[in-house]
């Protein structure tokens, strides 16, 4: 079973930053892409970024661009998701998930394997 690990969330002043972290706890045997998505309370969960499994290629969603920046480690089975500038309708709870294929995808049911989400709040 893969189970993903999240940390790094909390609370920050608006145009401050985080870093979060998640990490595979077990090898999925598979060459996988990994993504961010996000909650606020009472929206859907929505698409952040993604990012290949070889790290190459990265997409974002329009309103982070330029502000997140999404990364990889895999000798460590971990993806990272620096946040600069937050802005206060950044607030959500952040999932990562594996996608059980190199390539990335916005889609949110295309992802096999999610961790169990982190808080982040900015305030204004």
């Known amino acids: 079973q893969v189970q993903l690990v999240e940390s790094g969330g909390g609370l920050v002043q608006a145009g401050g930053s985080l870093r979060l972290s998640c990490t595979i706890s077990?090898?999925?045997?598979?060459?996988?892409?990994m993504g961010w998505f996000r909650q606020a309370p009472g929206k859907e969960r929505e698409f952040v970024a993604t990012i290949t499994y070889g790290g190459t290629s990265t997409y974002y969603e329009d309103s982070v661009e330029g502000r997140f920046t999404i990364s990889r480690d895999n000798a460590k089975n971990t993806v990272y998701l620096q946040m600069n500038s937050l802005k206060p309708e950044d607030t959500a709870v952040y999932y990562c998930a594996v996608l059980a294929a190199p390539w990335g995808s916005r889609g949110l049911n295309d992802y096999d394997y999610w961790g169990q989400g982190t808080q982040v709040t900015v305030s204004s």
């Open positions: 077990s090898r999925t045997g598979i060459n996988y892409a």
